[in-house]
Structures are given as structure tokens and as C-alpha cells.
């Protein structure tokens, strides 16, 4: 990457090829390598601008645009808290030796708060730890051979959830073979967690299951099974405590844990798990910004002052984001969900950019209506789609200070009339 385009007809920030596909071990190691090696478009002057050949301005527009569509992870208060919560504890499961389930850990919020990106960021960093750690004390890998080292497993719960459909998630991530019966893919399953030396499992999506259904109740079943194998097992949903994953499960009052029960005897998928032992979780929530305290305010301007620094509109100025109107502007438009605010900021730079206001305004961010865009991997009925605040006034604008009148007690009017003398 470089920082100018430059006339050689290379582009090198834009991307080859699709995305990532973190659930599988290729693509989540590909995103993990190249999650923080974007480089932004460079700050240029109006007349830095205007002295570009056409070729090089028309580069440097689509170099601002992949800088506003990829921000990256800007790190809320909330963001924050699931991060330390769950970078301690994979440490510390990762470094009990001891036989027996791993505490686990659920995090639940809305749809669009950025719960798989905190996760998966946590998880990276984590796993970039533990893989320094390896290299120091196990050989490297053979050349020529494949890596049979994977310290993070990640994969998506199926919209219509079977037990067999989720060990083929998991399966899918280490590109295992798919034995034919349950208890054939179960024992897979095991073997590559075991095998690949896996400390970490997560689970996103976790509230597509539907316990009235009983396929649904026999995958929850079979994740709780997941813990007896030495894997600190992530959870991640929209709103977990009302969505009846923890039926049956009591916080503990000392802890504050979840304790939920084991399989009841003749249930259980994995046939040789030598206890029953009840599974515990703690449960993270990631809730959006709030507008009602002076801390939720600061915090909320806090994010907008990160978003405005990393923008690259050729008008913007300090505080284009976080004064006057526009921060409660933008907390009406979004709820305050960050996914939300992201998109609205993505079209508004794009249409600054195109218009040539370039700079964000209120009256340019009324006329753009948040779109969600491709939502075939989503599940509207599990809560992963949020409501998108409609009909938002425009605040008015502030009226201007009167100018206060000039005292003319001490002007001199000229010598008085000879009349009046």
C-alpha cells in the first residue's frame, strides 16, 4: 500500500477478491493478518487538491472513499468492557492445565452494536499472543505441510439449527470431513479441537435458536457438551437473556455468573465426557450510547471526535462532528448503535464527496436515508436487523446574536446651538 496513488495505473488499497470468510481457518487467518494494515487516503489542502492531474484526483477520491467505508474498530466504553472481560478470560483459560469445563462467555446486545467485531478483535489479539508463545516454546510448522495450530476457532450458528448443522459449522472451519451419523460428527469435532490444540470456540448467533423447537433444544444441548472439551466456549447473540438460552440457568449471587445445568443422563452427545459438571458463563452486554448523562454525552462526543479524525472530506473542519446541533442530531438519527452511525457517516462522506460540499452538515445528512444494504445473512426474526429511527426533524438553526447597540452617552454632537447659550 502507499499513501498517493501514483501514476503507474496500481491501486493497491483497494481489495482483491471478496472478503474474508472468517468461518474458515484460511479466511480467519487472512482477516487477522490484514485487519490493521489499511492505509488511510493522506490529508490534502484544497489547493493541494486542485494542483492533482485529473487521473491522480479521481485516485485520491476513491482512496478517501475505501478510507470512510473502512474505519476500523474505534473502542467504545461498552466496546471496552467485553474486551478485558474476555481477553482475561482466554488467558486464563488457556493457561489452566487442570481437566474438566472451562467458565464460558456470553455477550449479548442489540443487532448492529458491533458484538462479532469486538469478539473477533479480542480473540485476534489473543490468539497473536498465544501463537508468539507457541513459536517460542513448540518447533515452527514443517514446510510443505498444512498448520495444525489454531488457537481460535470462529463460526455462525444456521438460521435452522440441528446438531448436526452445527458440528458441520465447526467442522467447515477446519476443513474436516463430514462423518454420516451425529455421534460420528460429534467425535470429528472433538478430535479437531483436540488435535489443532483449539482454546477458544465462538459461537456467533447464538439466538437463531428457537427452544421450541427440538432440533433447537438438542444443538443448546450439544454446546453445552462443547465445554468438556477443554475449549473456553464465546457465545455471542442479540439480547441472550430474553431470548430463553439461559432457561433453566440462576446467576450466582457471589459470582455473578450464570450456572447452567448439565444434560440430563441419556442426552449427552459426547458419550465419554468422564462428569456432568455444570456449566458456568458470564454474560457481557453491549448496549449502544445513551444521551441522558453528562457521562453518556461525553462518551458519545468522545466517538464522534474519533470518527471525525480518521474522515477526509477536503472542507472538514474541528468539530464538524461533535458541535453545534449535529451530535444530537446524530444520536436521533442512529439510537445511538454504532453500525447505524457508521453507515449514515459512510453515505453522508460519499455524497460530500460527489456534491463537492465535502463536509458533513446537518441539512446534507437529513436528505440520506440509513440503508442496511445485504441482509441475506441476517435473521430479522432473531433480533439482528435494529429499527431505524424514521422522520427525524432538522433541528433549526441557532439564531444569530443580536448586535448589541453602541453607547452614545459620551459621543460629541458638535458645539451646542448659540440659541441654547
Known sequence: MITVPDESGIVPFLRAGPPPDRTRHEGWKRWQDQRDKFIPAPRLSLEEYAALSPRRRALHDLHRTATHVNLGLLETPMSAKVTKLMRGRLRNNALNFEPGTRDGLMVSGGGYLGKTETACDAAATFEALWRDLHRQLLPGPIPGT?????????????????????????????AAPHPKTLHGMVRQVADSIRVHHTTALLLDDVTRLRLHREDDQDTLDLIRELMDLNVTLVLIGVDIPNSGLLRGGRPDPRTGQWILPPVKPGQTFNPGAATQTERRFDLVDLDPFDYDSPKGIKAWLDHLAGIED?????????????????????????GGIVGLLRRLIEDGCTEAIDSQAEELTVDLLAGIPIRLGNLADRDPTAGEIPEIP???AVPAPAPRPRRKGRNTVFDDRGERPAADA
Open 390 to 392: 424514521e422522520d427525524i
Open 310 to 334: 480518521r474522515l477526509r472530506l477536503l472542507q472538514a473542519r474541528p468539530g464538524m462532528l461533535t458541535e453545534g446541533a449535529m451530535p444530537e442530531y446524530l444520536f436521533r438519527r442512529t
Open 146 to 174: 498444512r498448520d495444525l495450530f489454531v488457537p481460535v476457532a470462529y463460526c455462525r450458528t444456521p438460521v435452522r439449527a440441528t446438531p448436526k448443522g452445527l458440528c458441520a459449522a465447526i467442522l467447515d472451519f477446519y
